[in-house]
C-alpha cells in the first residue's frame, strides 16, 4: 500500500534524518498534518487494552462516515478489532465494515474466519452484522462461503437474522447467477415465515432473484395478505406491488362483464362502499341476468387482497397509499375503485415531490375513471405558490374531469390562470381551453369567443398560443368562423413566433376561398419577408402559395413564381426540395407526370379535424406507480402487468394442509369453550341439539374451519371468546331466563334454516365462508340485501329434526341469526309487528322494540320555500318525508305543498334549470298543469345532496314568473336506517376509531330521561334506526349516508344523574360533526 499522492506532496515526499516519516503508513489519509495527527491517535484508541477508549474511538469514527468524511484508511486498524469481546465495540466495527469491505477486499478477505464465527455468536444482532459484512464483499472466490452462511441465517432462531439472510440473497445473486436455484430453495424457505420482519425482505428477493416462479407463492399468498396490515412500510409497498401482479395471473378480470352491466361512472363512484360490503354474493347476482357470458362471481382470495389492502389506504406513508392505490385500480371491480379517491386527495397536501408523482397517477386514472374524482374537483385548483409541473398536472386532471356539468366552474378558474405571470402555464392553460372546447361541443363557441379576446393580448406568447388553438377549433367547422380568419390574418404584421405565423398561413391556404381577397395579399407580404422567416414559417409560406396559384392563379401565379424561386436556393434542404417537388406538381409542363393533373385533390383534400387528447392518455399500460409509468418509457427491471386470464386457474393451488393434531386440538377446544354454558342448562332441557343432534356435520364444518388461513382460526377464536363474554351475561340473568324460554323456542325454530345453510356453505373448497370469521362477515352482507319476513319463513324444509324444539336458545345464537334488514332507503314499517315480537325477545331489556324502531318518526316539521307575497300568492312549504324515493335510492325524498292564495290561477309550475354545486342533483317533479285560487297540490321530488349539507339551489316557475329558492337539508336526513344486531354494532364501531369517532359529554334535562323521550328525540332530529342494547342505560342507533352508504353509529351512554356522554362514529368526519351537535342541541333543549 503507498500513501496518497496527495499527501506526500504536501509532506515532500520523505523526512529528513531526524524527522519521523509520514505518508507511507496506509492507515494515514488527509491532507494536513492535524488530520492526521488525529487519525494516529484515533489508531492508538483502537490499538490499546481498554474497551472504553475503543468504543470511543468507533463512535468518532462512524460519526466521521455520518457526515461524509473519508475513513478508508482506518480500515487496518478496524478490521482488528473484529473479534472484540466488547458486543457495542463489535457492532460498531460491523457498521464501519459493511460500508468499506467492498472497497478494501483483499484487507477484508483475511478476517473472513473472524466473520465466520461472528456467524455463530450468541448475539443477533452480531449474527446478522456478519453476514452482512460477508454478503458485502463482492469476491467471486467466497461465493460458497457467502452461500452456506445465507442458508445457516435462514434456519437462524432470530427473525432479524432471517432478514438480513433475505437481504443477502440477490447480492449473492448479482455475484454468480449460477446460484440461482440453490437461492430459490432458500427464498421458498423463507417465504413460509410467519414473521412480519421477514416478509417484506423475501418479497423483495423473490422479485430480484425469481419473479417468473409464481408458484412460490400459491401457499403463502393468504399469509401475505394477512401479514401485509403489519409489515413494515418497505415492505408493505414490495409485497403490495407483488401480489397485483399474481392477481393479475390468477384471477378472472371483475370488469369482463362491465359493457353489459348498466353502470355509468357516477353510480359506481357513489356506489362503491355499498358494493364491497355486499361482497361475492351480490356480483353473482348482478351478473346471474348476463346471458351472453358465464355470470362473473368474484374468487374469495381476490376479496380477501382487496379487503385487507384497503385499510392501509389510511397509512402515513405515501407510497404506501400509492401502491394500494394502483392495487385497486388494475384489480378492483368498477364500483370500488372509488374508495382510493379520497386518500389520493389527502396526498396532495404533502410535498411538492409527492404531489408530482400523485397527480401523474391521478391524470391516467381520471381518464378511465372520471367519476371517482368528481367530487374532489376542488382539490385539484391551483395555487400560486405551486411549482410550474404541479401547476400543469393539475390543468391536466381538470381538464380530464370537465364536463358538461362542470365546465362553467372550470372554464372560471381557467380564465384566472391566464392572467398567470408564469407564461408556461398560461401556454398550458389556453391548450386546455382548447381541449375542452373539443371535447364539450356546447361550450365551444364561447371558448372561440374567448381566445379570439386574448388575440388583444399584450404578452406576445398567449396571442401566439392562442393562434394555434384557435387554428385546430376552426377545422371542426371552419364555414361559420370567416371573420376570425380574417382577423387572424390581420395579425400577420404582429406576431412574430414562428409556431403563431406558420398557423395563420395554414388557416389562410386551407380556407383560402373564405377569404379571397385577403389571401393573395397576405402571400405578397409573407414574399416580401420570405428570406428572413424561420424554415416552419417557409415552408408554410410555399403551401398557401400553391394553394392560390391552385384556387386564384391569375391573381398570384407570378408571386408564387417568386416564392418558388427564393425556396429554390434556401439554405436549408427541407426547403430546397419541398420548392422543387411543388414547382413539378403545381405548374405544368411537358414532361409532368400524371401527378400534376391531381395537384388539386393533393393540395386541397378536405382534412380531417385534429383531435386533442391528453398526454396520459396510453400510459395506462404501464402499472400505476411505477418509474416507467412516471418516465412513459420502459425503465430497466421494469416487469410488465400481466393480462387476465381467460379461465381461471385452479384456486384449490392456494389451500395450505393443516397437520392432524392441528385439527383435534382446534376441536377439542371449541368442544371446551361451549361446554360449560351448555351444562347449566342440562338439568331443564336435556343435552343440547348442537353438540349431539348431528355430529357429522359439525365435523366437516370443522375440518373445513382448520384448513383455513392463520387469521381465519385467531378470528374464530376470538368469536368465541366474544360468545363466552355473552355466555356469562346469560348466566347474570337467569330470573330473566324462564320467561323468555317460550319466545327463544319459537326463535329456535327459525334458526334452524340458517345453520342449515352455514353448513352447506362450509363444503366449498377454499372459500372463507367456512370459517365463524366470515360466517359474521356473510351476515353483514346480507343485512343489505332486502329480504321479506315471509319469505325468510317459506324456506324452512318439513324435517324431523324440527321436533326436538326442547333446546333452549341461549344468547350465543344471537350471532347466528339472521334478522331480515330494513334497507337504507326503505320505510320503517316494512317490518311485520309479528316478527317485532319474535324480536323483542332477543333483547336482555324489558323496554318493548317496536315503538322505537317500527313506528314512523317524522323529522323536521314543514319549512317556508316561497312566501305568499314574494311569490305573488302563490306559498310553498317542503318537508323530508324519510320515504325511498323511487327515481333513484340515493336522493332525498321532498314534498314539495304549493297552494294558491290568490285570485288567479296559477299556470304551469315546474323546475326551471337548476345551478347546483358539483356533485348535488335533482330529479324534477311532473309539471303541474293549473292551480286554482284556494287549491293546493303536493308534489314529490328528489334530490342527491352528495352527503353535505349544501343548499341546492334552483328556481320554481310559473308560465310568467321564476323564484329563485333554495333547500338545505338538516344533516339528520342525508341518512337512512339500518337494523342490525349488537355484536355487528359492537364489530363495526370497532372499525370506526381514532379520526372517525367524535365524542361530547352532556347533561340530559329532568324531562329527557325517559327511555321514550329520550329515542324519540334522537330519531326526530336524525333518520337513524334503533338497535338492541344489552343494558338499560344505554342507546344505540345505525343507519347509512344515502348518497355513499357509509356507516353512521350513534351510542348515548347515560348516567342516572343525568350525565351522559355521545359518541358518533362514521367516516364522513364532517357529516358526524355536525350530527353530534344537532343530537345534543336537541337532548339538552
Known amino acids: 500500500m503507498s500513501a496518497a499522492p496527495a499527501y506526500s506532496e504536501d509532506k515532500g515526499g520523505s523526512a529528513g534524518p531526524g524527522e519521523p516519516e509520514y505518508g507511507h503508513d496506509p492507515a494515514s489519509g488527509g491532507i494536513f498534518s492535524s488530520d492526521y495527527k488525529r487519525h494516529d491517535d484515533l489508531k492508538e484508541m483502537l490499538d490499546t487494552n481498554k474497551d472504553s477508549l475503543k468504543l470511543e474511538a468507533m463512535k468518532r469514527i462512524v460519526a466521521m462516515i455520518a457526515r461524509g468524511k473519508n475513513a478508508s484508511d482506518l480500515f487496518p486498524a478496524v478490521v482488528k478489532n473484529v473479534a472484540c469481546k466488547n458486543i457495542e465495540v463489535k457492532k460498531l466495527v460491523y457498521v464501519y465494515l459493511v460500508r468499506y469491505a467492498e472497497e478494501q477486499q483483499d484487507l477484508a478477505l483475511l478476517s473472513i474466519s473472524t466473520f465466520q464465527r461472528g456467524l455463530k455468536d450468541p448475539n443477533q444482532l452480531i449474527r446478522a452484522s456478519a453476514l452482512r459484512v460477508l454478503s458485502s ?75 417468473e416462479r ?425 416487469q410488465e402487468l400481466p393480462d387476465w386470464p381467460e379461465e381461471a386457474p385452479d384456486p384449490s393451488v392456494r389451500n395450505v394442509e393443516v397437520p392432524e393434531w392441528t385439527k383435534c386440538s382446534n376441536r377439542e377446544k371449541r368442544k371446551e369453550k361451549e361446554k360449560p354454558f351448555y351444562s347449566d342448562s342440562e338439568g331443564e332441557s336435556g343435552p343440547t341439539e348442537s353438540a349431539d343432534s348431528d355430529p357429522e356435520s359439525e365435523s366437516e364444518s370443522d375440518s373445513k374451519s382448520s384448513s383455513e388461513s392463520g387469521s381465519g382460526e385467531s378470528s374464530s377464536e376470538s368469536d368465541n371468546k366474544d360468545q363466552d363474554e355473552d355466555g356469562e351475561k346469560g348466566r347474570s340473568s337467569e330470573s330473566e331466563h324462564s320467561e323468555e324460554e317460550g319466545k327463544k323456542r319459537k326463535m329456535k325454530k327459525r334458526k334452524k334454516v340458517p345453520e342449515g345453510q352455514e353448513g352447506g356453505s362450509s363444503s366449498d373448497e377454499g372459500s372463507d365462508s367456512s370459517s365463524s370469521s366470515s360466517e359474521s362477515e356473510m351476515t353483514s352482507e346480507t343485512e343489505e340485501e332486502q329480504v321479506e319476513p315471509a319469505s325468510w319463513r317459506k324456506k324452512t324444509p318439513p324435517s324431523s329434526k324440527s321436533a326436538p324444539a326442547a333446546k333452549e336458545i341461549s344468547l350465543l345464537d344471537l350471532e347466528d341469526f339472521t334478522p331480515p334488514s330494513v334497507q337504507p332507503v326503505s320505510p320503517p314499517t316494512v317490518v311485520s309487528t309479528s316478527l317485532a315480537a319474535d324480536l323483542e325477545g332477543l333483547t336482555l331489556t324489558d323496554s318493548p322494540l317496536v315503538p322505537s324502531l317500527l313506528s314512523p318518526v317524522l323529522g323536521v316539521g314543514r319549512q317556508e320555500l316561497l312566501h305568499r307575497v314574494a311569490g305573488e300568492g302563490l306559498a310553498v312549504d317542503y318537508t323530508f318525508s324519510r320515504q325511498p324515493f323511487s327515481g333513484d335510492p340515493h336522493m332525498v325524498s321532498v314534498h314539495i305543498h304549493f297552494s294558491n292564495s290568490s285570485d288567479t290561477p296559477i299556470k304551469g309550475l315546474h323546475v326551471g334549470a337548476p345551478k347546483l354545486p358539483a356533485g348535488i342533483s335533482i330529479q324534477e317533479f311532473p309539471e303541474i298543469e293549473s292551480l286554482a285560487p284556494g287549491e293546493s297540490a303536493t308534489a314529490v321530488m328528489g334530490i342527491n345532496f352528495c352527503d353535505s349539507t349544501q343548499a341546492a339551489n334552483f328556481q320554481l316557475c310559473t308560465q310568467t314568473r321564476q323564484f329563485y329558492v333554495s333547500i338545505q337539508p338538516p344533516v339528520g336526513e342525508l341518512m337512512a336506517p339500518v337494523f342490525m344486531s349488537e355484536n355487528e354494532f359492537k364489530k363495526e364501531q370497532g372499525k370506526l376509531t381514532g379520526m372517525n369517532e367524535i365524542t361530547e359529554k352532556l347533561t340530559l334535562p329532568d324531562t329527557c330521561r325517559s327511555d321514550h323521550v329520550v329515542v324519540q328525540k334522537v330519531t326526530a332530529t336524525a333518520n337513524l334506526g334503533r338497535v338492541p342494547c344489552g343494558t338499560s342505560d344505554e342507546y344505540r342507533f345505525a343507519g347509512r349516508t344515502l348518497t355513499s352508504g357509509s356507516l353512521v353509529l350513534l351510542t348515548l351512554d347515560t348516567q342516572p344523574t343525568g350525565a351522559a356522554q355521545l359518541t358518533v362514529n362514521s367516516e364522513k368526519m364532517v357529516i358526524g360533526t355536525m350530527l353530534v351537535k344537532d343530537v345534543v342541541q336537541a337532548l339538552t333543549q
Open 214 to 638: 409464481i408458484d412460490l407463492i400459491h401457499k403463502n399468498y393468504r399469509k401475505l395478505c394477512n401479514l401485509l396490515i403489519d409489515v413494515e412500510e418497505w415492505g408493505q409497498v414490495v409485497i403490495i406491488s407483488m401480489l397485483t401482479r399474481y392477481a393479475r395471473t390468477q384471477f378472472l378480470s371483475p370488469t369482463q362483464n362491465e359493457s353489459l352491466l348498466e353502470e355509468n361512472t357516477e353510480k359506481a363512484f357513489y356506489g362503491s362502499e355499498e358494493d364491497e360490503a355486499k361482497g361475492p354474493g351480490s356480483e353473482a347476482a348482478a351478473s346471474s341476468a348476463l346471458p351472453a357470458r358465464k355470470p362473473y362471481v368474484m374468487d374469495p382470495d381476490h376479496r380477501l387482497l382487496l379487503r385487507n389492502t384497503k385499510p392501509l389506504l389510511q397509512s402515513r406513508s405515501a407510497a404506501v397509499v400509492m401502491a394500494v392505490a394502483q392495487l385497486y385500480f388494475h384489480l378492483a371491480p368498477k364500483a370500488e375503485v372509488g374508495v382510493i379517491a379520497k386518500a389520493l386527495v389527502r396526498l396532495l397536501r404533502s410535498h411538492s415531490e409527492v404531489q408530482y408523482v400523485v397527480l401523474q397517477n391521478v391524470a391516467t386514472m381520471s381518464i378511465k375513471r372520471r367519476g371517482m374524482f368528481e367530487p374532489y374537483l376542488k382539490s385539484f385548483y391551483i395555487r400560486s405558490t405551486d411549482p410550474t409541473q404541479i401547476k400543469i398536472l393539475k390543468l391536466e386532471v381538470l381538464t380530464n374531469l370537465a364536463n358538461e356539468t362542470n365546465i362553467p366552474t372550470v372554464l372560471r378558474e381557467f380564465q384566472t390562470y391566464i392572467r398567470s405571470m408564469d407564461k408556461d402555464f398560461v401556454a398550458a392553460t389556453i391548450q386546455a381551453i382548447g381541449r375542452c372546447a373539443t371535447n364539450i361541443g356546447r361550450v365551444r363557441d364561447t371558448c372561440l369567443n374567448g381566445l379570439v379576446q386574448l388575440l388583444s393580448n399584450r404578452d406576445e406568447l398567449v396571442v401566439a398560443e392562442s393562434v394555434v388553438v384557435i387554428k385546430k377549433l376552426l377545422q371542426m367547422q371552419p364555414a361559420q368562423h370567416g371573420e376570425i380568419i380574417k382577423h387572424l390574418a390581420k395579425l400577420t404584421d404582429n406576431i412574430q413566433v414562428p409556431m403563431a405565423r406558420a398557423s395563420i398561413l395554414w388557416l389562410i391556404g386551407e380556407y383560402c376561398e373564405h377569404v379571397p381577397r385577403i389571401a393573395p395579399d397576405v402571400l405578397r407580404k409573407m414574399a416580401k419577408s420570405f428570406t428572413a422567416e424561420e424554415d416552419i414559417v417557409k415552408l408554410q409560406v410555399i403551401n398557401l402559395a400553391a394553394k392560390l396559384y391552385l384556387t386564384n392563379s391569375k391573381q398570384t401565379k407570378l408571386l408564387t413564381q417568386y416564392v418558388l424561386s427564393l425556396a429554390k436556393y434556401d439554405q436549408n434542404y427541407d426547403i430546397r426540395d419541398r420548392a422543387r417537388f411543388t414547382r413539378q406538381l403545381i405548374v405544368p409542363s411537358e414532361q409532368g407526370g400524371a401527378l400534376s393533373r391531381h395537384a388539386k385533390k393533393l393540395f386541397l383534400a378536405p382534412k380531417p379535424a385534429p383531435v386533442l387528447e391528453s398526454s396520459f392518455k396510453d400510459r395506462d399500460h404501464f402499472q400505476l406507480g411505477s418509474l416507467s409509468h412516471l418516465l412513459n418509457a420502459k425503465a430497466t427491471g421494469y
Open 137 to 211: 464483499i463482492r469476491v467471486p472466490i467466497i461465493v460458497p462461503i457467502m452461500m452456506l452462511a445465507i442458508k445457516e441465517a435462514a434456519s437462524d432462531m432470530s427473525p432479524y437474522v432471517r432478514k438480513t439472510a433475505a437481504h443477502a440473497i440477490p447480492k449473492l445473486y448479482s455475484l454468480d447467477s449460477d446460484q440461482k436455484d440453490q437461492l430459490i430453495e432458500v427464498i421458498e424457505k423463507l417465504l413460509a415465515d410467519k414473521t412480519t420482519l421477514v416478509a417484506g425482505s423475501v418479497v423483495m428477493a423473490f422479485e430480484e432473484v425469481c419473479p
